[in-house]
């Protein structure tokens, strides 16, 4: 029996599948039932929004001549399928329909108004553009963010000021992927340490703890990269200051459930994290409506 085989399975970020998200793979419901299988206690279920238009799409949906009306029904109907297998699963996991963000201009407005439409459990806050760019798609996007920049300490800069901005609008239940922006940065140990670069990671800490929202463990960090997001010096500050961080595997299909779950939990329990993982705080929309945060 290793260590983690007591510690409760959760996801509070994946479930992207092939059936709703073109860079994925799979049908929702067969990545629902690897994750009853894997022994999951509760998963939230958290598809990329759409994009607002045609100019927000990402390449390979660009490259496939998918609209962005196209993929704006998609999304309506993913969240139809997902509390379809909300309540056929119910006596077996708990399951929460939920959406990742995104920062582009106009995001936020969309993001409200989708909440707004679809009515989700949570949602995960998460940047992958700069000024526009994606980050996270490939090493060329990214570099194009770069050179836009200026400089790898602006890049950085760049990117955690659209987060705190993101995190002050939308207030989300769960930040996604931290430190995403260091995805193709092999120095990014040094760099987060730029005194411009490292005051605005810890003001994000600040305001994520100010907020009580929760700081996504991702573990998909540890197939793109050499660690998971965040990485260790913003993951310690994290724990240092009280933020409450769970996993999440960042799912894309059914081979990545739970991967590198044991290596994540051990590395929280290794410093000191207590691995009881408290769930997202949920919209309450018969009280409340619209009302990020509570
Ligand atoms: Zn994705
Ligand atoms: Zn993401």
Not at 67 to 87: H, M, P, W
Not at 249 to 273: I, P, Q, W
């Amino acid at each position: 029996m290793n260590a983690t085989s007591k510690i409760a399975r959760v996801s509070v970020h994946g479930g992207h599948s092939g059936q709703f998200c073109h860079h994925a793979h799979d049908s929702l419901e067969a990545v629902v039932r690897a994750y009853i299988d894997a022994g999951y206690t509760w998963v939230g279920i958290t598809e990329h929004m759409p994009p607002l238009d045609d100019s927000s799409r990402y390449p390979d949906e660009v490259a496939d001549g998918l609209s962005a009306e196209s993929l704006q029904k998609r999304f309506i109907a993913y969240f139809e399928e997902c509390r379809r297998l909300q309540t056929q699963f119910a006596n077996t996991i708990r399951i929460f329909t939920s959406f990742e963000t995104e920062t582009y201009p106009g995001a936020f407005d969309y993001v409200k108004q989708l909440i707004k439409e679809t009515r989700p459990d949570y949602i995960v806050g998460s940047v992958h553009h700069v000024d526009g760019i994606g980050i996270d798609y490939n090493r060329s996007h990214w570099e194009q963010a770069l050179a836009k920049a200026g400089g790898l300490d602006l890049l950085y800069c760049r990117y955690f000021d659209a987060q705190y901005q993101m995190i002050r609008a939308l207030e989300p239940a769960v930040v996604g992927h931290f430190d995403l922006i260091r995805i193709f940065d092999s120095n990014y140990m040094e760099t987060l340490e730029i005194p411009d670069v490292r005051i605005r990671w810890v003001r994000n800490l600040a305001l994520i703890k100010s907020l009580d929202l929760i700081l996504d463990f991702n573990m998909r960090g540890f197939d793109k990269t050499a660690e998971q997001y965040p990485s260790m010096p913003i993951l310690k500050e994290a724990l240092r200051i009280g933020i409450t961080v769970v996993p999440g595997d960042d799912s894309h299909g059914v081979s990545s459930v739970g991967r590198n779950y044991d290596r994540g939990v051990n590395l929280l329990a290794g410093l000191g994290h207590n691995c009881q993982w408290p769930k997202p705080r949920l919209y309450k929309w018969n009280q409340d409506l619209l009302s990020p945060g509570s």
